[in-house]
C-alpha cells in the first residue's frame, strides 16, 4: 500500500513538473534571448554600408589612391557638394530650412528604426512597422502644431474649419497617441513579447532624440536665421577642420570609443571653429534678413522678417577692465570697444560646439560599435548616412534653444501680439482698456480732454 502511496506521489509530482514546463513553455520563447556576438556581426553584412559605397565614376577615377587618401579625396568631394547644397537651401529662405529639416529628421529616424528591425528580427510580425511610423506622425503632429499654434495662430483662427484645431490642438494630439498605445498592445504577440517591448522603447527613443530635436530647430528659426546657420555651420567647420587636423596632424588618440579621433584634431578643430564663429558671426548681424524674427505681420496678412535689429546685433560701446586700459593707453589707443554683443554670445556656442559637440559623434560611434556597424546608412558616400552627419547637429540645437531661452528670450511685442488676435473682441477690448490705464496712471500716456 505504501509502495502504491508513493508512485502515485511521484506521479502527481511529474504531473506538476509537466505543468510548470507547459506554462513556462507558454510565457518564453527561444527567439526572446538577447542577439548572439555571431548575430550582431551579421548585421554589418544586412545594414548598408555608406563610407565603402562609391560611385563609378569616382571609383575608376580614383583606383590609382591607396585606400587613405582615396577616401580624403572622396569625403572632400561630397563635403563640399553638401555645403553647397546647404547654401542653396539658406538661399530658399526659412520654408527651405523648415521642409529640409524635416526630411532629415524622417531620414536619421528611418536609420535608426530600421537597425533596431535587423538587431531584433522582428520583420515577420504584423503592425510594428506601421506603428514606428504612426508615432512618428502623431510626434511631429504634436510638436510642429506647437509651432503652428505659436507663430501662425491669427492666420489658422481666421479659417473657421482650423479654429478646432488650434484650441484641441494638444487633446487632439494626445487622443493619436493613446489610439498608437492600445494599437501597440492589442498587436503583442505571444512568445515575442520581449521583442515587441524592446522596439517600442527603440522607437520612443528615436523619436526623443530626432523629433524633439528637430522642433527644437524650427523654434531657433523662428528667433531668426542666424540662430540657426551660426551653430550649424559651427558644427560642420569643427568636424571638417578637426578631420583634417587629425589626418595631417594626428598623432594622439583621444578617445576608445573613435580610435581615428585624436588630440590634435580636436584642439585644431576647436580653434578653428572659435575663429570661424566669430568670423561668420559679424558678416550675418550686418544683415537685418538674418537677424529678423520670423513674426505674423497683421497689417500685411504674411509672415515677415523685417524688423529693427535689436541691441544684441547693433554695436555697442564697452569700457575695457582697468589692466587693459592701461595697457591700451601706453600705446595711445581707446580705453573702450565697439562690437555687437552677439559676437559675445557666438564665442559661447563655438565653445560648445567645439568642446561638447563632438561627444554626439562619440555616442553615435559607441551606439554603432554596440553593433559593430560602420555607418547608420549609405545615402552619402565616403560620410555615411544621414544620421552619421548629423549627430552633433542635434546636440547643438538642444544647447542653442536652451541658450536661447536662459539668456537672449524675452518676452517679444510680435509674440504677444499673437495670442492678442486669437482673442474675441470684446476681450481684446478689455486688454486694451486695462493696458491704457495702466499707461496712464505711469505716465507713459497722456489723453487730452
Known amino acids: ?55 563609378e565614376v569616382l571609383d575608376s577615377a580614383l583606383k590609382g589612391l591607396d585606400a587613405r587618401w582615396r577616401n580624403w579625396v572622396i569625403r572632400g568631394i561630397f563635403t563640399w557638394l553638401m555645403i553647397g547644397g546647404f547654401c ?19 531620414k536619421c529616424f528611418s536609420e535608426i528604426i530600421n537597425i533596431g528591425y535587423a538587431v531584433y528580427r522582428i520583420h515577420g510580425l ?3 512597422r506601421s506603428l514606428s511610423w504612426y508615432f512618428l506622425i502623431t510626434s511631429n503632429y504634436f510638436f510642429y502644431g506647437e509651432s503652428l499654434v505659436d507663430y501662425f495662430g491669427v492666420l489658422v483662427n481666421r479659417t473657421d474649419y482650423l479654429r478646432v484645431l488650434v484650441t484641441y490642438h494638444r487633446f487632439i494630439s494626445f487622443c493619436l497617441y493613446i489610439l498608437g498605445f492600445v494599437w501597440f498592445v492589442l498587436s503583442l504577440v505571444k512568445r515575442y513579447y520581449m521583442k515587441q517591448f ?3 522603447a527603440w522607437t520612443h527613443v528615436a523619436l526623443l532624440i530626432v523629433v524633439t530635436q528637430s522642433y527644437l530647430i524650427i523654434q531657433n528659426i523662428f528667433e531668426g536665421l542666424i540662430w540657426f546657420i551660426v551653430p550649424v555651420s559651427m558644427i560642420v567647420c569643427n568636424d571638417v577642420m578637426a578631420y583634417l587636423f587629425g589626418f595631417f596632424f594626428g598623432r594622439t588618440p583621444l578617445i576608445q570609443l573613435s580610435p581615428k579621433k585624436t588630440w590634435e584634431g580636436f584642439i585644431g578643430g576647436g580653434i578653428s571653429t572659435v575663429i570661424f564663429g566669430v568670423m561668420m558671426s559679424y558678416v550675418m548681424v550686418q544683415y537685418p534678413y538674418f537677424v529678423c524674427p520670423i513674426a ?24 575695457l577692465p582697468e589692466s587693459l586700459a592701461s595697457v591700451s593707453s601706453l600705446f595711445s589707443l581707446k580705453k573702450t570697444v565697439t562690437f555687437q554683443p552677439f ?36 545615402i552619402i558616400p565616403g560620410h555615411g548616412g544621414i544620421m552619421d552627419r548629423f549627430d552633433c547637429q542635434y546636440l547643438m540645437a538642444t544647447f542653442v534653444n536652451v541658450y536661447i531661452s536662459s539668456f537672449i528670450h524675452t518676452l ?4 504677444i501680439l499673437q495670442q492678442v488676435y486669437s482673442l474675441k473682441p470684446e476681450e481684446q477690448l478689455q486688454l486694451y482698456g486695462t493696458l491704457r490705464d495702466h499707461l496712464e496712471n505711469t505716465g507713459y500716456l497722456t489723453i487730452g480732454p
Request: net charge negative; aromatic share 12%.
Open 126 to 128: 504584423p503592425w510594428f
Open 296 to 319: 505674423f505681420n497683421e497689417a500685411l496678412g504674411k509672415m515677415t522678417m523685417d524688423c529693427e535689429p535689436s541691441y544684441l546685433f547693433r554695436p555697442q560701446e564697452y569700457t
Open 1 to 55: 500500500m505504501s509502495e502504491i502511496r508513493r508512485r502515485r506521489g511521484e506521479g502527481e509530482e511529474s504531473d506538476k513538473g509537466k505543468e510548470v514546463e507547459s506554462d513556462q513553455k507558454e510565457f518564453d520563447s527561444e527567439d526572446d534571448k538577447t542577439p548572439d556576438e555571431k548575430y550582431v556581426e551579421d548585421i554589418s553584412k544586412v545594414l548598408p554600408q555608406g563610407t565603402d559605397k562609391t560611385p
Open 343 to 378: 559676437l559675445l554670445h557666438s564665442l559661447s556656442l563655438s565653445l560648445f560646439s567645439s568642446v561638447i559637440g563632438p561627444f554626439g559623434g562619440f555616442f553615435a560611434s559607441g551606439f554603432k560599435r554596440a553593433f559593430k556597424i560602420k555607418d547608420f546608412g549609405d
Open 198 to 200: 524592446s522596439l517600442f
Open 88 to 106: 542653396l537651401i539658406i538661399y530658399g529662405g526659412p520654408l527651405a530650412l523648415m521642409v529640409t529639416t524635416l526630411i532629415v529628421q524622417v
Open 412 to 415: 517679444s511685442p510680435q509674440r
